[in-house]
């Protein structure tokens, strides 16, 4: 049966569907059957990211509804081998679905599938339980900053609630800023791990270039040679449990270049 891993956070904007997408990506390039379940209804968007929009014929909505299987209205990624994706619908609301709906599809789909990934609208109300009661692992996203810690820590207190064990939860940094880190003006993974209590399993900086791949509709980790893929790249062998330290993530940008080369220089002597 598949691994049904809900993107989650507490608070809103910090990557949940960006990392969906490049992590959803970035599995099935590793060669993993995929399926995307963006549970962000009323709202959605990470048919956009995807680049999928235009190809949207059925929502989640009309499987509820009965109107298709789910099988029929997953959209396969022209350019991804092996990734689908279920779209939300923007005209129904988060009031429509219940938690046994996705629950419902999942189990209908999931023999074709080796990981479900299903990206959950921010907040901790309806939306948040539809989401995550389907699913068996957890990952947070969360800014290296208080506001976005403390509803970390509150999401991680309603996941082991609904009896997800913590050792099926993990936590994704993103967007460090590596000059405030280097000043020692970012709270450290140290910090965030002793602060919620779960480990950490990405690392990723604050990035132009997601924002330009965002607004091209394209996932980063497309392109093979950016950093950010690389990533991407060790937090799916990690999720695949491979031991692959998460320091790595910090030494990929911090290691390369001329200053990098002076660091190691003198790290060695
Ligand atoms: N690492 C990053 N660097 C720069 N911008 C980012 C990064 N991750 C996400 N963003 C931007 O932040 C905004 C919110 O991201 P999104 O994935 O929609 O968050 P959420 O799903 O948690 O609401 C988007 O404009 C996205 O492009
Ligand atoms: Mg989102």
Known sequence: MARRIVVTS?????????????????????????????????????????????RINYT????????????DALIRHPGVKNLFFLPASQIATKDMVSHKDIERIIERIEEHFDFILIDCPAGIEKGFKNATLPAKE???????????ITDADRVIGLLESQGMPD???KVIINRIKFHLMKNGN??????????????VIGILPDSDE??????KGVPIVLNDSSKITKVFNNIVRRIQGE???VEADIDIFEKSGFMGFLKTLFSKS
């Open 210 to 215: 997601m924002i330009i791949a965002a607004n």
């Open 243 to 245: 031991l692959v330290p």
């Open 167 to 169: 050792t099926n939860i």
């Open 60 to 71: 989640i909505m009309d499987v509820i509804n009965d109107m298709v299987e789910p099988m």
């Open 10 to 54: 507490g608070k809103g904007g910090v990557g949940k569907t960006t990392i969906t997408a490049n992590l959803g990506v970035e599995l099935a390039k590793s060669g993993e059957r995929v399926c995307l379940i963006d549970a962000d209804i009323g709202l959605k968007n990470l048919d956009v990211l995807l680049g999928l929009e235009d």
């Open 138 to 148: 957890a990952l947070i996203v969360t800014n290296p900053e208080l506001p976005a």
């Open 186 to 199: 970012m709270l450290t993974k140290k910090d965030i791990e002793n602060a919620l209590s779960i480990d």
